[in-house]
Protein backbone atom coordinates (compact mmCIF):
# COMPACT_ATOMS: atom_id res chain seq x y z
CA UNK A 1 0.00 0.00 0.00
CA UNK A 2 1.46 3.82 -0.87
CA UNK A 3 -0.21 6.84 0.29
CA UNK A 4 -0.39 9.60 -1.99
CA UNK A 5 0.28 13.14 -0.80
CA UNK A 6 0.01 14.97 2.34
CA UNK A 7 -2.41 14.82 5.44
CA UNK A 8 -2.68 18.86 5.08
CA UNK A 9 -3.80 19.27 1.52
CA UNK A 10 -6.44 17.93 -0.23
CA UNK A 11 -4.36 15.71 -3.37
CA UNK A 12 -7.83 15.86 -5.70
CA UNK A 13 -8.63 19.95 -5.29
CA UNK A 14 -5.72 21.40 -3.15
CA UNK A 15 -8.02 22.60 -0.40
CA UNK A 16 -5.81 22.65 2.41
CA UNK A 17 -7.18 21.22 5.66
CA UNK A 18 -7.01 18.44 8.07
CA UNK A 19 -7.10 15.76 5.47
CA UNK A 20 -9.01 12.14 5.51
CA UNK A 21 -7.50 8.60 3.59
CA UNK A 22 -9.31 8.02 0.23
CA UNK A 23 -9.16 4.46 -0.66
CA UNK A 24 -8.33 5.98 -4.37
CA UNK A 25 -9.68 2.12 -5.92
CA UNK A 26 -12.84 1.81 -3.54
CA UNK A 27 -12.74 -1.61 -1.36
CA UNK A 28 -15.72 -2.33 -1.97
CA UNK A 29 -14.66 -3.30 -5.91
CA UNK A 30 -11.59 -5.00 -7.09
CA UNK A 31 -10.33 -5.48 -3.28
CA UNK A 32 -8.47 -8.68 -3.96
CA UNK A 33 -5.76 -6.47 -6.45
CA UNK A 34 -2.63 -5.41 -4.40
CA UNK A 35 -2.42 -2.23 -6.31
CA UNK A 36 -6.03 -0.72 -5.45
CA UNK A 37 -5.41 -0.33 -1.65
CA UNK A 38 -3.52 3.12 -2.28
CA UNK A 39 -4.92 6.07 -0.45
CA UNK A 40 -4.47 9.63 -1.20
CA UNK A 41 -5.19 12.44 1.48
CA UNK A 42 -8.21 14.05 0.49
CA UNK A 43 -10.55 16.97 1.98
CA UNK A 44 -13.64 15.68 3.63
CA UNK A 45 -15.88 17.44 0.74
CA UNK A 46 -13.50 15.38 -2.04
CA UNK A 47 -14.17 12.14 0.07
CA UNK A 48 -17.86 12.00 0.75
CA UNK A 49 -18.09 13.38 -2.78
CA UNK A 50 -16.15 10.33 -4.26
CA UNK A 51 -17.47 7.77 -1.90
CA UNK A 52 -17.32 4.67 -3.74
CA UNK A 53 -16.66 5.56 -7.08
CA UNK A 54 -13.95 4.43 -8.81
CA UNK A 55 -11.26 8.05 -9.58
CA UNK A 56 -12.33 8.13 -13.36
CA UNK A 57 -15.76 7.93 -12.57
CA UNK A 58 -14.82 10.87 -9.99
CA UNK A 59 -13.53 12.93 -12.42
CA UNK A 60 -16.58 11.97 -14.62
CA UNK A 61 -19.01 13.11 -12.07
CA UNK A 62 -16.79 16.28 -10.92
CA UNK A 63 -16.75 17.67 -14.79
CA UNK A 64 -20.68 17.38 -15.11
CA UNK A 65 -20.97 19.02 -11.45
CA UNK A 66 -23.06 22.36 -12.27
CA UNK A 67 -21.20 23.92 -8.86
CA UNK A 68 -17.49 23.32 -9.41
CA UNK A 69 -15.49 25.48 -11.92
CA UNK A 70 -14.08 25.05 -14.79
CA UNK A 71 -10.71 25.98 -13.08
CA UNK A 72 -11.34 23.51 -10.24
CA UNK A 73 -12.31 20.83 -12.87
CA UNK A 74 -9.07 21.52 -14.68
CA UNK A 75 -7.17 20.58 -11.37
CA UNK A 76 -9.50 17.78 -10.58
CA UNK A 77 -8.30 16.31 -13.90
CA UNK A 78 -5.00 16.71 -13.80
CA UNK A 79 -5.01 15.47 -10.12
CA UNK A 80 -6.73 12.31 -10.88
CA UNK A 81 -5.22 11.07 -14.06
CA UNK A 82 -1.70 11.62 -12.54
CA UNK A 83 -2.61 9.71 -10.01
CA UNK A 84 -3.89 6.97 -11.63
CA UNK A 85 -1.18 6.79 -14.26
CA UNK A 86 1.17 6.63 -10.94
CA UNK A 87 -0.66 4.11 -9.25
CA UNK A 88 -0.06 1.96 -12.79
CA UNK A 89 3.66 3.00 -12.65
CA UNK A 90 4.43 2.12 -9.42
CA UNK A 91 2.33 -1.50 -9.43
CA UNK A 92 4.21 -2.24 -12.67
CA UNK A 93 7.43 -1.37 -10.99
CA UNK A 94 6.34 -3.44 -8.03
CA UNK A 95 5.51 -6.58 -10.36
CA UNK A 96 9.09 -5.85 -11.93
CA UNK A 97 11.51 -5.69 -9.23
CA UNK A 98 8.71 -6.74 -6.32
CA UNK A 99 10.04 -4.37 -3.28
CA UNK A 100 8.42 -1.28 -3.92
CA UNK A 101 5.34 -2.64 -1.38
CA UNK A 102 8.21 -4.17 1.20
CA UNK A 103 6.09 -3.53 4.08
CA UNK A 104 3.21 -5.56 2.13
CA UNK A 105 2.28 -9.53 1.88
CA UNK A 106 3.70 -10.09 -1.35
CA UNK A 107 1.10 -11.88 -3.51
CA UNK A 108 1.67 -13.38 -6.89
CA UNK A 109 -0.95 -13.20 -9.32
ZN1 LIG B 1 -10.75 18.21 -1.94
Known amino acids: MKVYGRNDKCFYCGKE ?3 TKDH ?4 SKLHRQHKYRD ?3 VCRFCNSLKGAMMPLDFLSYIESHP ?8 RYRQ ?3 TLVKKIEEDARMERTFG ?7 QKQN
Do not use: G
Open 99 to 105: TVYASYP
Open 17 to 19: EAC
Open 67 to 74: AITDEAKK
Open 24 to 27: VFPR
Open 79 to 81: AIV
Open 39 to 41: IAW
